[in-house]
């Protein structure tokens, strides 16, 4: 049985042209030390794969099984790094790891330890310098690294990424991306992240999982990356293998499932939310 | 830890002195003098020239409790009013300071005897109507904010919740102060009997009538700004698995924060202007009930007193208006957001 087994998942969303079917049939056997990225086109439902397997959403059909054990409901054994970071603003940098480290080993470790084990995942990701700061006071990238600080200090059993590094600009990307990497050598953490960057899943991944468009939609093909870590980013541009994963995520993507024309009312409907008029 | 050093003149939108100081100084003459004249000279001419149309105007109706009195006449009553209070404060020294000496002999020569302080009578000043028509509204208010903030709370948190009290909500708001004011009256004196009252009923009264009008505008927008709060951060809340009451004191009630005191502010504002009326009818000793008296008195500078009366329940709203202000921008941790 393998580590983490997403089994024959679908979900189906009410809406008010009647029931919309998002994901079928999603199947997937993730590896403990695996590094897995779903890419798919914006839509199809690889963002509603990933928050049922953090338990965020329940799966009308199918389950999810971590170590042979159901998930139901979130936990922090299911770390997720969000893609817009997703930081208490009112905490400073400090303070939002250090709230998750309070919140998981509360009873396990005494508070020094807790102190300590907050600033090692801060200086993990590089940034020990500015533990007082606040969210709104530093770039992007840096709340981006918090959060993957935070998501990491609770030592998760699958650490899942929300397309972590789609907001920010290609030059803080390439720095995130070697920082993951650096981590990933120290930690080999279980990894599935959710990517629309093709040459950031060939270069992070060790299997692409690639989606068909939505509705329904469904794992349309799987790539084992088979190139030697540590990966330098230089060296693989010119590298026949890398290149040729490069082209066969791409035809993927652009020739067999381009994107719907008309996206017919993005495939992802939003979850039904409490809202106030505002007066 | 950044400390955010609270600057007056920005919190009370106070002009700037600072540019006034290098101008005389000769500073940069030119390039002082555009922002100053947009400061200080502007919002300056336009009070002189409200005051000459004032004058001008007032002058010109007749009443039958005299003429219309002017700015002048006005500063002079306010003058009377200060030195009023300052005559009658001195008499209540003397009094008490009387009274002490008597007890004191009286101790001395029967050290047994029961001595009584009795507290003085004189009339309420106008200063000590000020005093206490703060201390209503002040209670009003922090009375109306420990229901309405939880209620807000809680309806932000369900929307079944929502659902069941937003028609009571939408009904109940936009009354008039006036219109609950018999009802207040006759509920406060049915339940409200005993032999030794803590408070006036005419308090009472009053400053319920203000937590009547002061709920609405808090619960409205606490619900929304609890409602309101980023879906990721409840997300992350999932993730961590907080509880209860750690969700609501770590993520919900600081997202909410801002919204709240934007609230708390209109409430206040309602308060204050609702505290007048429920004063005048409700007879508490107050700044309404001053000029009421005013009104039935009836005397040559009556008007005067009145207007006194009216700017400085405007300087005090304003003032008050600036203190939730403050304490808005303190609590948000959206220090970019621009709040006016």
């Given at each position: 049985m393998s580590y983490l087994n997403i089994d024959h998942i679908g979900i189906?969303?009410?809406?008010?042209?009647?029931?919309?079917?998002?994901?079928?049939?999603?199947?997937?056997?993730?590896?403990?030390?695996?590094?897995?990225?779903?890419?798919?086109?914006?839509?199809?439902?690889?963002?509603?794969?990933?928050?049922?397997?953090?338990?965020?959403?329940n799966a009308t059909t199918g389950g999810v099984l971590l170590e042979n054990r159901e998930v139901d409901e979130p936990g922090p054994d299911r770390a997720v790094v969000f893609q817009n970071h997703s930081l208490l603003p009112w905490l400073t940098v400090y303070d939002n790891v250090?709230?998750?480290?309070?919140?998981?080993?509360?009873?396990?470790?005494?508070?020094?330890?807790?102190?300590?084990?907050?600033?090692?995942?801060?200086?993990?990701?590089?940034?020990?310098?500015?533990?007082?700061?606040?969210?709104?006071?530093?770039?992007?990238?840096?709340?981006?690294?918090?959060g993957i600080a935070r998501a990491l200090a609770m030592e998760p059993k699958v650490l899942l990424m929300d397309e972590p590094f789609g907001a920010l600009d290609s030059l803080t990307r390439t720095h995130m991306q070697d920082t993951l990497m650096e981590i990933q050598t120290r930690l080999n953490n279980t990894v599935m992240m959710i990517t629309h960057d093709v040459d950031?899943?060939?270069?992070?991944?060790?299997?692409?999982?690639?989606?068909?468009?939505?509705?329904?939609?469904?794992?349309?093909?799987?790539?084992?990356v088979d190139l030697p870590r540590p990966r330098d980013r230089l060296q693989l541009a010119d590298d026949p293998a890398y290149n040729r994963y490069r082209a066969a995520v791409l035809k993927f993507l652009h020739e067999r499932h381009r994107q719907p024309t008309a996206p017919a009312g993005e495939a992802q409907p939003s979850r039904p939310q409490l809202r106030v008029a505002a007066g | 830890m950044t400390t955010e050093t609270?600057?007056?003149?920005?919190?009370?939108?106070?002009?700037?002195?600072?540019?006034?100081?290098?101008?005389?100084?000769?500073?940069?003459?030119?390039?002082?003098?555009?922002?100053?004249?947009?400061?200080?000279?502007?919002?300056?001419?336009?009070?002189?020239?409200?005051?000459?149309?004032?004058?001008?105007?007032?002058?010109?109706?007749?009443?039958?409790?005299?003429?219309?009195?002017?700015?002048?006449?006005?500063?002079?009553?306010?003058?009377?009013?200060?030195?009023?209070?300052?005559?009658?404060?001195?008499?209540?020294?003397?009094?008490?300071?009387?009274?002490?000496e008597r007890n004191a002999a009286r101790l001395e020569r029967e050290p047994n005897a029961e001595v009584?302080?009795?507290?003085?009578?004189?009339?309420?000043?106008?200063?000590?109507?000020?005093?206490?028509?703060?201390?209503?509204?002040?209670?009003g208010f922090l009375f109306a904010s420990l229901i309405a903030i939880p209620?807000?709370?809680?309806?932000?948190?369900?929307?079944?919740?929502?659902?069941?009290?937003?028609?009571?909500?939408?009904?109940?708001?936009?009354?008039?102060?006036l219109a609950w004011l018999p009802l207040v009256t006759m509920v406060v004196s049915a339940l409200y009997v005993s032999s030794d009252p803590l408070f006036s009923k005419s308090y009472l009264i009053s400053a319920i009538t203000v937590t009547l009008c002061c709920v609405w505008p808090t619960i409205i927008n606490t619900t929304v700004g609890v409602s309101a709060i980023d879906k990721d951060l409840i997300n992350v809340g999932r993730v961590l698995r907080l509880g209860w009451f750690t969700k609501t004191v770590k993520v919900v009630l600081p997202s909410a924060m801002p919204m709240i005191f934007a609230g708390l502010r209109l409430s206040l504002g309602i308060g204050w202007m609702v505290l007048i009326a429920a004063e005048m009818l409700a007879q508490n000793p107050g700044l309404g009930k001053f000029v009421?008296?005013?009104?039935?008195?009836?005397?040559?500078?009556?008007?005067?007193?009145?207007?006194?009366?009216?700017?400085?329940?405007?300087?005090?709203?304003?003032?008050?208006?600036?203190?939730?202000?403050l304490l808005q921008r303190w609590v948000s941790w959206d220090k970019s957001a621009v709040l006016r």
């Open positions: 189906t969303f009410p809406t008010d042209n009647g029931p919309l079917e998002v994901l079928q049939g999603v199947n997937l056997r993730v590896e403990k030390g695996e590094f897995v990225s779903l890419i798919g086109h914006s839509g199809c439902g690889k963002s509603t794969v990933l928050n049922i397997v953090a338990g965020l959403l250090r709230l998750a480290v309070d919140q998981v080993f509360r009873k396990s470790r005494s508070k020094a330890e807790r102190h300590e084990w907050a600033l090692h995942n801060l200086e993990q990701v590089h940034m020990g310098h500015a533990l007082e700061r606040r969210p709104h006071e530093i770039s992007g990238g840096m709340k981006q690294r918090v950031e899943a060939v270069l992070l991944s060790d299997r692409i999982v690639m989606m068909t468009n939505g509705p329904s939609a469904t794992i349309g093909e799987i790539l084992a | 609270i600057n007056p003149r920005r919190a009370f939108d106070l002009p700037r002195l600072d540019r006034l100081q290098a101008f005389l100084q000769g500073e940069r003459f030119t390039r002082m003098l555009l922002p100053l004249a947009r400061s200080l000279l502007i919002p300056l001419a336009a009070i002189g020239l409200f005051l000459a149309l004032w004058a001008g105007g007032a002058s010109r109706v007749d009443t039958s409790l005299g003429q219309l009195p002017g700015p002048a006449q006005v500063w002079q009553a306010a003058g009377q009013l200060l030195a009023e209070h300052q005559q009658e404060s001195g008499r209540e020294a003397e009094f008490y300071q009387r009274q002490e009584r302080i009795r507290p003085y009578v004189g009339a309420p000043t106008f200063i000590d109507q000020i005093l206490t028509s703060l201390g209503t509204v002040a209670s209620i807000g709370i809680a309806c932000g948190m369900s929307s079944t919740l929502y659902k069941a009290l937003n028609p009571l909500i939408q009904v109940f708001k936009p009354v008039s102060p009421w008296d005013e009104f039935q008195n009836g005397s040559s500078d009556s008007l005067a007193r009145i207007m006194v009366a009216v700017l400085v329940i405007g300087l005090i709203g304003f003032l008050l208006d600036r203190l939730m202000l």
